[in-house]
């Protein structure tokens, strides 16, 4: 895909041209290039890639180049002495395409942590700086710890790999290799305190000894973060001065979260500065109207749970994994209900490390909730620690202890905790108490996909089995529309139509790059005669 040339800048969009998600963005400027964002396409993913068949990690990037997941540009990846992704020349010989070096790279500049903006960061060179808020590396370093994925999940911390007998790539098990952050904020403490210190956290201040506010310098670059409202805690869009003039990017944002004034102070902190060029989300570009805010959310949330249909019932709360704004909504609502918010210890994990990153509001908040407490054959470091850690002692709940008052909970299980319904079914029949039917509240993002409607069957073969009534009631038919979905327990992460106007009209940019939309056209029908030019594939 050609680049986007303005002057003595190029920006080469490798991902999210198009597409939903998968922002792989690379500017480059005369004397030095960074990164925007390096997440996984994964709509052209699917296209590959099922559940049983899934790239070769013993054969590197092999899969990856050739298929075009991830752009050739020589000198991006991972292959040093100490630790390689190229088994061998073919893989090698996949690399360039007139693209700049990837030397040049001077850092990644990762706008939040969803992974279809930071999927693909475990393939890049290892000493490539990665510019964060604290929020952000805390729930990557999380996320990496809970999962415990192979090669594409290193993201903060990886396992050196290196050619065995056979030709192929072996990863070390005893040792791990840190990438360098750049952290926004306060650096994550707890990776410190992770017994596995080897897959510890390596990071400096923002801008060394100097106020987080400040730019910092890069190269050529001046760089500028402005925390913004999304569905997950640490969401910023950066500002960067380029040899040709200001440039913004968008990252993921909306105006109707629990956070939406960030988004109001970054437009604020740019309205009169000259805009040469803003690279901009458009999920939403086709959806007019004002949002449901994440108040609406909350307040719809709460008049389920306050009336007389579910007292003494069980109620159990889907919600997105990262979403912990959402978490914090149910937490609300559940303590003005007299109820008790029963978190997995997954859930544990993150607001532990959010507590250490970004104190406000999360510090405090890992002990108000219960975390749910389950015997392992195999307890994994990282919740050992947890568990046994002081300073922010856990309270545990048990699902016998659930099963002998299911109404004094509200359960934050999703749809792979379902069969743990299915053991407060018996612990409550072993009891000899009466089981009354629960609810299963949805508060969690319908695409329809094919994927999506399979998934949500086997959900609800598993809630008849186990008599809880699934809300909204509309999902029950399986709609293959989700505009025809009305959740009022929902809200997107992405800001609509008109509130995306707003953005660019409020910043005035001289041009419009869209990325993050499958209509990117749509920007230029939109923005007809007000004086910027948007930028599309002719």
């Not at 999210?16 to 390096?38: C, S, T, V, Y």
């Not at 990037?61 to 040093?80: F, I, N, Q, S």
């Not at 850690?389 to 856990?394: E, N, S």
Request: glycine share 10%.
């Amino acid at each position: 895909m050609r680049p986007f040339v303005l002057g003595g800048l190029a920006v080469h969009v490798f991902g999210g041209w198009e597409e939903i998600g998968g922002n792989q963005i690379l500017l480059e400027d005369r004397e030095g290039a960074l990164l925007l964002d390096f997440g996984r396409p994964f709509g052209r993913w699917g296209t590959y890639f099922t559940e049983f068949l899934s790239p070769r990690s013993t054969l590197g990037l092999r899969d990856l180049l050739y298929l075009g997941l991830l752009p050739p540009v020589p000198g991006l990846y991972r292959d040093d002495e100490e630790d390689t992704l190229f088994p061998s020349d073919l893989e090698r010989d996949l690399l360039g395409g007139g693209l700049p070096s990837g030397e040049k790279v001077l850092a990644l500049l990762l706008s939040h942590a969803h992974l279809d903006h930071t999927g693909a960061v475990a393939y890049l060179r290892r000493d490539l700086p990665i510019v964060a808020t604290a929020a952000t590396a805390a729930i990557a370093k999380a996320m990496q710890d809970i999962a415990q994925v192979g090669l594409d999940g290193e993201a903060v911390y990886l396992s050196p790999r290196s050619l065995n007998a056979d030709g192929i790539l072996e990863g070390s098990k005893k040792r791990y290799l840190r990438r360098p952050y750049r952290v926004l904020g306060r650096l994550p403490g707890f990776p410190d305190l992770s017994p596995a210190k080897r897959k510890g956290f390596e990071g400096v201040p923002w801008a060394d000894h100097h106020p987080p506010h400040l730019p910092l310098e890069l190269g050529p670059f001046r760089v500028e973060a402005f925390p913004v409202d999304h569905s997950i805690p640490g969401a910023a869009a950066f500002a960067v001065e380029t040899s040709e003039g200001l440039l913004v990017y968008t990252g993921d944002l909306r105006r109707h979260g629990r956070w939406r004034e960030r988004t109001e102070a970054f437009l604020r902190a740019l309205e009169g500065r000259e805009v040469f060029l803003l690279i901009a989300e458009g999920t939403r570009l086709e959806e007019g109207g004002p949002a449901r805010t994440e108040d609406e959310v909350k307040e719809a949330l709460h008049r389920e749970l306050s009336g007389e249909r579910w007292r003494g019932a069980p109620v159990a709360v889907d919600f997105a994994p990262r979403n912990l704004e959402r978490l914090l909504a149910c937490l609300e609502v559940a303590e003005e209900v007299k109820r008790r918010l029963v978190v997995t210890v997954k859930d544990a994990y993150l607001l532990y490390g959010l507590a250490h990153a970004e104190p406000d509001p999360w510090e405090g908040v890992l002990e108000r909730v219960l975390v749910l407490r389950e015997a392992k054959g195999n307890t994994p470091g990282w919740e050992e620690h947890l568990w046994t850690q002081k300073d922010m002692p856990l309270q545990e709940a048990g699902m016998e202890a659930i099963a002998r008052d299911p109404g004094a909970y509200l359960l934050a299980f999703g749809f792979y905790e379902v069969n743990r319904l299915l053991d407060l079914r018996l612990l409550e029949a072993a009891l000899g108490g009466k089981a009354r039917r629960g609810a299963y509240i949805f508060s969690n993002s319908y695409w329809a996909d094919q994927e999506q409607v399979l998934d949500l069957q086997v959900l609800l073969a598993w809630l008849r089995r186990l008599d809880f009534h699934l809300l909204p009631e509309s999902l029950a038919d399986l709609p293959q529309d989700p505009a025809g979905v009305k959740n009022p327990f929902h809200t997107s992460g992405h800001a609509p139509r008109e509130d995306l106007l707003e953005v660019v009209r409020r910043l005035r940019p001289r041009h419009l790059l869209p990325v993050h939309t499958e209509r990117p056209e749509r920007w230029r029908e939109l923005l007809l005669g007000e004086g910027t030019k948007v930028f599309l594939r002719e």
